[in-house]
C-alpha cells in the first residue's frame, strides 16, 4: 500500500480567528500584533495584497493603517488555541493519523482511503466540513511524501484555480510544479541554505531534487539529502501522531512599560514560574532545574544594560508550583539589582524526569508536600474550566508589568463575558 499524506493548513489563520466572529471584517485589511503590540505576525489576504511585510515593527507602518483603514488586533492566544483544536479535533475524526504540526497545520495519513473512496473527493469533503463546521478555510496538499505535501499545500494557496485542494500523487503532476516552485519554498530549506543551493546554481525545487543525493549529504547535510529523496517520491519522514515530550519549558515575555521596582519584577516572575508549571504538569513530567532571566534593552542610548541569567538545581524533581516558586524567589534575590529599568523576564525548566523515574538525592527526603498531586490537579481543573481562577500570593492582585494589548479581542469562545450579544 504505497504512502498518501495531506498537508491541512488553515488560510491566514490568527486574521481569520478575528474577523470570524466580526463579519463586517470578512473584506477589510486585518493584521494581528505580536507580544506588546510590536510586529506584525499575521495578515488577512486584503493586507498581503497591500505589500504589507510580515515582522515589520508597528510604528514603521503607522501612515498605512491610517491610509488603508488597516484593522489590528493584538494577539489573543486563548481565542486562536480554542479554534486550533476545533479543527483538528474534526481532522482527527475524518483520518486515521493525524499529526498536529502546529496551531494551524496538520498531516493526515490518507493511505489505504483509495481503496474506498477517490482521495481528491475525499480530501474536498474534509476541507468542506471544516470550512463550514468551524468557520476557518483551510487549504489541503496531497501527496507520497510530506515534503511534497508541503509543497502541493503552497499551490493550493497560491493558485487559486486549484480550490485550494491539489492532488499531487502523479509522478508528472509533481515534476511540472518542482519546475514553477522556488528552492526556497521547499520544506527545511532556510533562508542561508537557499543562498548556498543558489550558489552552486540550484534555483528551483525540480533542481535541488535532480541533485545527487550522496553528493547532498557530503556538501550539506542528511538532513537535506532527506528533502532530495522525498522530492522524489521516496517518504523518509512518518507521521509523528504522539508529540515528543519537550525537553524544556520556557516561560517570558516582554513588558508593557520598563520595570523598576523589586516587587513588581518579582510578581512577573511567579506569574511565569506558575504558568511554567502547568505546562509541566500537562507535559506529565517533573523538572530537576529551574533557572531565571531578567534583562534590559540593549538598545536605548545612555542608559546601563544588565543581563542576568542564574540557574538551581533542585534536590528532587518536582512539577509542585510552591516547590518551584520558592527556589525561583531564592535565584531571584541573587540576581536582582536595583538602578536598572528592566525590560523582560523569564522562567525556564529544564532537565525532565517521569514520575517515579529518578534517584533521589541521598541528604534529601524525596517525600512529596502533603497532597501535592491532588491539589495542583484542582487548581489547573479550575484554572482551565474558565469559571474561575486560582492564583499564588506571589504573583500579585494587580500586576503593573503586563504586555501591551491595546487591541484585544474578546475571547469568543472560552470566556462567558466575552460571547457575543445578539439583540
Known amino acids: 500500500m504505497k504512502n498518501v499524506f495531506a498537508l491541512v493548513d488553515c488560510n491566514n489563520f490568527y486574521a481569520s480567528c478575528e474577523t470570524l466572529f466580526r463579519p463586517d471584517l470578512k473584506h477589510k485589511p486585518v493584521v494581528v500584533l505580536s507580544n506588546n503590540d510590536g510586529c506584525v505576525v499575521a495578515r488577512s489576504k486584503a493586507v498581503k495584497a497591500l505589500g504589507l511585510k510580515m515582522g515589520v515593527p508597528l510604528f514603521q507602518v503607522q501612515a498605512a493603517i491610517k491610509q488603508h483603514n488597516i484593522v489590528c488586533f493584538s494577539s489573543n492566544y486563548a481565542l486562536y488555541a480554542d479554534m486550533s483544536n476545533r479543527v483538528m479535533t474534526l481532522l482527527e475524526e475524518q483520518a486515521p493519523r493525524v499529526e498536529i504540526y502546529s496551531i494551524d497545520e496538520a498531516f493526515l495519513d490518507l493511505s489505504g482511503v483509495e481503496m474506498v473512496t477517490d482521495v481528491l473527493s475525499f480530501s474536498r469533503g474534509v476541507k468542506a466540513k471544516v470550512d463550514q463546521w468551524t468557520g476557518i478555510t483551510v487549504g489541503i496538499g496531497i ?16 493558485y487559486p484555480a486549484t480550490g485550494s485542494v491539489v492532488d499531487l500523487m502523479d509522478r508528472e503532476r509533481q515534476q511540472r510544479l518542482l519546475a ?8 527545511g530549506v532556510g533562508r542561508r541554505m ?89 507535559e506529565r513530567r517533573l523538572c530537576r532545574v529551574v533557572s531565571v532571566f531578567i534583562r534590559t534593552s540593549p538598545h536605548i542610548p545612555h542608559e546601563p544594560f544588565y543581563a542576568k541569567t542564574l540557574s538551581v538545581e533542585l534536590p528532587n524533581p518536582s512539577d509542585d508550583t510552591r516547590d ?65 481562577n486560582v492564583f499564588f500570593a506571589s504573583q500579585g492582585v494587580s500586576p503593573q508589568w503586563s504586555m501591551k494589548r491595546e487591541h484585544l479581542s474578546p475571547c469568543y469562545t472560552t470566556r462567558w463575558e466575552d460571547l457575543p450579544l445578539v439583540r
Open 194 to 282: 537557499t543562498a548556498k543551493l543558489r550558489a552552486k546554481g540550484v534555483k528551483t525545487a525540480l533542481e535541488l531534487a535532480n541533485t545527487d543525493p550522496k553528493r547532498i549529504r557530503r556538501e550539506f547535510s542528511v538532513v537535506l539529502e532527506r528533502t532530495v529523496r522525498e522530492l522524489n517520491g521516496v517518504s523518509c519522514l512518518d507521521l509523528e501522531c504522539v508529540r515528543p515530550t519537550k525537553q524544556q519549558i520556557i516561560c517570558s515575555r516582554s513588558f508593557g512599560h520598563k520595570v523598576t521596582e523589586k516587587q513588581t519584577l518579582r510578581e512577573a516572575i511567579a506569574k511565569y514560574t506558575t504558568r511554567a508549571a502547568e505546562k509541566l504538569r500537562g
Open 143 to 158: 501527496a507520497p511524501t510530506k515534503t511534497l505535501a508541503k509543497l502541493a499545500n503552497y499551490a493550493a494557496k497560491t
Open 180 to 187: 514553477l516552485v522556488d528552492v526556497s519554498e521547499v520544506w
Open 324 to 388: 518551584l516558586l520558592e527556589v525561583v524567589n531564592v535565584i531571584f534575590n541573587r540576581i536582582w539589582r536595583s538602578g536598572f529599568r528592566y525590560m523582560k523576564a523569564g522562567v525556564m525548566l529544564s532537565d525532565f524526569y517521569e514520575h517515579g523515574a529518578f534517584s533521589t538525592d541521598l541528604f534529601h527526603s524525596a517525600t512529596n508536600r502533603a497532597n501535592s498531586k491532588a491539589l495542583m490537579a484542582v487548581v489547573d481543573d479550575i484554572n482551565r474550566s474558565g469559571l474561575g
